[in-house]
């Protein structure tokens, strides 16, 4: 007889980089056990919420069948001495497999003979072997952070444990809890689920999607069917997505406008603002941003008016709040933001922002009068104002809009040229000789500053971002206009470290342009070839 | 509901569930948590359970009043359940239901978001609550105070009253929040909110500020000598005050503000291990 078995554990909020792996992790540690204990299923299925991460497995027996296992030991003459004691290795063997001396056999195995044992395993029910694991599943899974309470420790409070194996709920215990024969909405209300299979049924029944992907396809759709009604596009966020994905039970997206006046405000503030503040999808129509925002609310709600009106309410304010940032930093002389970065400390070698800049004004008038004599001047204005937008408030407020502030700020005070070349040289996106030269060498001092303090990024931890840092050094030199020797540059920009520094970086740019040729499909030989050099 | 009626109803809910009815401090702080309430009650194993209004300080939040939501100073309701209960979740969605929020008529999100206070060597695991994409509460499992793991687990909840009154109210601007039936928040609050804009942003003594900073340090190292870690907390509390003027006149360099942190977390951690050996009381 077989039957299915559903194991939920009902979590406070797991956070979306916790729950993306965790149905996974859960599901692997039970076919780990299955496949210990030697227990059968057809097939198996993780589910995922915010809330519960369970698994589903079908046709598991009832009973786990007796089982007889010959083993062989030692040889004969290695497992006995003289007067028939055993020896150590035979002792070894009996204690390894929890067998008793009288419990061995002799036989002959192609013309030697060796100590056998036989391991019985009786059969047991299902439920009582999984009884007796379940301690040791649950701490076999390994997450990347925990929180401790009540001398229990998981990624987030565990507050409910349902476990049915076909129709019978097993009363097993973990995490202080006794089993229930329900499981929770978000907001307490018990659901009964009558067997295992029907699990998934009756989740959808109660508006809970416990499968991630069915999530995500939901919501895509429904920003297609929004769109169409709309004539607008919807910015399909990739990491947004994941995140509203994982952070919802039952998602559905609706769009709703915003005051056109914040349009004055420059469009990748208000993108910014909407994604990382509100967790809302900008939306654009043919002329660039449009006034609306896409909301995917977590429920069925009756009152849906109301609650995106609310919603509207938190985006709005949340603008005057950006707008009164973008009003302190704009109203303000470029030469007060240029002190400002006095105040910014510099990891390593450079003691503040200000410092740093001055430094890369200095190489770049160097390399500016091998590369391009002419366009000194261009150089040296790019070299001035790469990062002195670090130092304003809508940059302390948004990280990633350094590049895009500093862009819109020259242009209010008319330095059209320039803000175009800064932008370029920060964000990447419109290289010019001016801007790839100065951008190279502002990265270059970046790293240097690192890397001697020895600080050094590894295979597995980058937290300074130097890896992408380097990337960007490869793709400017690629993509520059004209022809750069990168010799010449590391001359110079390093001419204040120790030559083994310089080695380094030279070292860690090689092997990120490896990477990058990989990455663009370049033959490996090729590669190979290219990075002898 | 006017704010004085929020207040009300979560202190009897708090109340009913076995709350003490504490008092906010009367020393300037950044958070509820500096409440010697909350802080100071976190390291032994007795049962504490504690509700109460604090006034929060954050200069860099001022906005001359001329902002619909931030503030310099806003009200926070705290709540401390020490150990936390199993049920935290949903007494906590209980208490919201008390002052009027129906949380099935609402999308409320619990959004990770961990909380740290390196001054006070302390942080959780947990949540920030929207509700309808506004920020309401603070849901925090301490997991660590004084640099110490914690032995009980308790739960804090920080409710922002305003945002709540501006949510239950419809109302866009903060100032227009009804405090009472006679008053509006604007009229009690505004013209704090202009003055002391200007006074952080504008007049207040910096160069004073970084020595008023040491003469409490100085005062804090000479009381904790003296056995004294209660008056020894009241001065962290002044020395975290001024470091929040300080920066939110952008006075400090990263390194700076980097060791200014920690002379503060050094201190907190050395009352924090009178509170955790037992001898807070010993005068």
């Avoid at chain 1, 900008?282 to 977590?298: I, K, M, S």
């Avoid at chain 1, 790839?436 to 502002?442: D, E, N, R, S, T």
Wanted: net charge positive; hydrophobic share 40%; with cysteine.
């Amino acid at each position: 007889m077989k039957s299915n078995f559903l194991f939920e554990l009902w979590v406070e909020d797991l956070p979306p980089t916790i729950q993306k792996f965790a149905g996974e992790k859960l599901k692997t540690a039970f076919v780990k056990f299955f496949e210990n204990n030697e227990i059968t299923y057809a097939s198996s299925e993780h589910f995922s919420t915010p809330r519960r991460i369970a698994v589903f497995f079908k046709d598991i027996p009832r009973v786990i069948p007796k089982k007889v296992t010959k083993i062989r030991g030692p040889s004969e003459k290695n497992a006995f001495k003289e007067g028939g004691l055993p020896t150590q290795a035979l002792l070894g063997f009996l204690k390894k497999h929890n067998a008793d001396l009288k419990d061995v056999r002799v036989e002959e195995v192609k013309g030697n003979r060796y100590v056998f044992v036989e391991i019985v395993k009786k059969a047991k029910k299902f439920e009582e072997v999984f009884k007796q694991y379940l301690p040791q599943i649950l701490k076999n899974i390994k997450f990347n952070e925990s929180m401790r309470w009540d001398g229990n420790c998981f990624p987030r409070p565990v507050r409910n444990i349902l476990c049915i194996f076909g129709k019978k709920f097993l009363k097993v215990s973990c995490f202080g809890l006794q089993p229930k024969k329900t499981t929770l909405t978000s907001t307490g209300d018990k659901i009964k689920i009558e067997n295992a299979s029907g699990y998934e049924k009756t989740l959808l029944r109660n508006k809970i999607i416990p499968v991630p992907e069915k999530r995500k396809e939901r919501i895509l759709s429904e920003f297609d069917i929004e769109e169409k009604k709309k004539k607008v596009k919807i910015e399909r966020d990739n990491f947004l997505l994941e995140y509203t994905v994982y952070s919802t039970e039952y998602p559905q997206v609706f769009l709703k406008e915003f005051d056109e006046k914040f349009l004055e405000i420059p469009s990748e503030i208000l993108v910014e603002t909407l994604k990382n503040h509100q967790k809302c999808f900008p939306v654009y129509n043919r002329n660039g941003l449009a006034p609306f925002f896409a909301v995917v609310v977590d429920g069925d709600f009756k009152n849906i008016n109301e609650i995106l009106e609310n919603y509207k309410n938190c985006v709005e304010a949340r603008f005057e709040d950006a707008k009164f940032f973008w009003g302190e930093d704009v109203s303000k002389l470029l030469e007060e933001h240029l002190k400002n970065m006095e105040k910014i400390f510099c990891f390593g070698i450079f003691k503040n922002l200000k410092n740093k800049t001055e430094r890369v004004l200095e190489d770049c008038r160097f390399l500016s009068q091998i590369y391009m004599p002419m366009r000194k001047q261009q150089i040296m204005d790019v070299a001035k104002y790469i990062d002195f937008d670090i130092a304003t408030k809508i940059v302390y407020e948004f990280p990633n809009l350094h590049g895009i502030a500093g862009f819109y700020i020259l242009k209010k005070h008319g330095f059209n040229k320039i803000a175009d070349d800064v932008r370029g040289a920060v964000c990447l996106d419109r290289i010019t000789e001016a801007s790839a030269l100065a951008g190279i060498v502002h990265r270059l001092n970046t790293i240097k500053s690192f890397f001697n303090e020895k600080i050094r990024p590894t295979t597995s931890k980058d937290p300074y971002g130097l890896k992408k840092i380097c990337d960007e050094i490869v793709f400017l030199f690629i993509n520059a206009p004209i022809y750069f020797e990168f010799e010449k540059f590391l001359n110079r920009i390093f001419d204040d470290v120790g030559e083994d520094v310089k080695k380094d970086v030279y070292l860690f740019i090689k092997e990120r342009f490896k990477i990058f040729l990989e990455k663009e499909g370049i033959p490996c030989d090729i590669v190979e070839m290219v990075s002898k050099f | 509901m006017t704010l004085q009626e929020i207040i009300l109803k979560l202190s009897s809910f708090w109340v009913e569930n076995g709350c003490l009815l504490g008092l906010a401090y009367d020393v300037e702080k950044g958070a509820g948590t500096f409440n010697q309430f909350t802080f100071l009650k976190l390291f032994d194993d007795k049962p504490w359970r504690v509700a109460y209004v604090e006034p929060s300080r954050r200069p860099q939040d001022g906005r001359y009043a001329d902002n619909p939501f931030r503030l310099y100073k806003h009200i926070q309701f705290q709540v401390i359940l020490k150990p936390a209960p199993k049920d935290s979740r949903f007494l906590y969605l209980k208490s919201l239901k008390a002052i009027g929020i129906d949380v099935k008529k609402h999308d409320i999100r619990f959004l990770e978001d961990n909380w740290e206070s390196p001054s006070l060597g302390a942080w959780g695991r947990g949540w920030e609550v929207r509700c309808d994409g506004l920020e309401i509460t603070q849901f925090t499992y301490f997991q660590s105070a004084g640099g110490k793991e914690l032995s009980q687990i308790p739960v804090e909840l920080t409710y922002g009253l305003e945002r709540i009154a501006m949510f239950l109210n419809k109302k866009k601007n903060v100032f227009d929040v009804p405090w009472s039936e006679d008053f509006t928040y604007g009229e009690i609050r505004k013209a704090e909110e202009r003055q002391f804009s200007i006074y952080y942003f504008e007049k207040a003594d910096v160069e004073k500020m970084f020595d008023l900073f040491y003469f409490w340090k100085k005062e804090a190292e000479n009381l904790i000598s003296e056995k004294l870690p209660l008056p020894a907390y009241d001065c962290l509390l002044k020395m975290s005050h001024y470091f929040n003027v300080i920066d939110a006149r952008g006075g400090f360099d990263h390194a700076t503000r980097t060791s200014f942190v920690r002379i503060m977390q050094e201190l907190s951690s050395k009352i924090s291990s009178f509170f955790i050996s037992g001898l807070e009381n010993d005068k």
